[in-house]
């Protein structure tokens, strides 16, 4: 692969009519401290041993007990030429996000912002907002991280939890070769 822009898209829709917000993960995490209500998920991108070294592309999202995925917090891919037709590579997100378009009528990845991301620690955090800004309801939610590389493999971690009321202490979760090390806590939204 030559020297082709890779981008990251880390989307956040406002509840300001839906209208979409997109920020880098980095920013984004400088003006969402661990004491803001919302869920914290930091995870770490491995560099596997080998020749060959491309960065991920790398999807965080929520799904509903269902598996219908309310929100994404981070998606970093490749944009530009040979870049799209890899996005597919994050196969549960790919396909979920096909979903959801069908059904919200709306495209996520219009707005695009920064780079894939080598090895390193990173956060995002999630609102409490859906895809269209409202509300998301207590309930059983998946949090989803899921990591593929050209020429290198393709990972996931898929982990349950309750959105609540009740606050959620940091929860790691188990990590893979892609992504080593990952861990999420929740404190609870304030009452509507």
């Known amino acids: 692969m030559n020297r082709t822009k890779c981008w990251m898209v880390c989307l956040l829709l406002s509840g300001l009519g839906g209208s979409a917000l997109f920020a880098d993960a980095t920013q984004k995490n400088e003006n ?22 491309r960065k991920p592309y790398v999807a965080v999202w929520l799904e509903d007990d269902d598996g219908f995925p309310v929100k994404t917090g981070v998606l970093w891919w490749m944009t530009e030429q040979p870049g799209p037709r890899w996005h597919r590579d994050l196969t549960r997100w790919y396909r979920n996000d096909r979903l959801r378009k069908s059904v919200e009528k709306t495209d996520l990845v219009d707005g695009i912002s920064g780079a894939t991301r080598g090895p390193g620690q990173y956060q995002t955090h999630f609102d409490g907002t859906d895809n269209a800004g409202k509300r998301l ?4 939610y998946f949090l989803c991280l899921e990591a593929a590389r050209e020429k290198g493999t393709y990972k996931i971690i898929r982990h349950p939890f309750v959105w609540s009321d009740q606050p959620i202490a940091s929860t790691e979760l188990s990590g893979n070769l892609e992504i080593s090390q990952a861990s999420f806590s929740l404190v609870p939204l304030a009452p509507e």
Do not use: Q, T, W
Not at 34 to 49: A, I, K, M, Q, T
């Open 32 to 53: 969402a401290s661990l004491g803001d209500p919302g869920l914290h998920v930091s995870f770490e991108l491995n560099r596997p041993r080998g020749r060959v070294y």
């Open 137 to 140: 309801p207590n309930g059983k």
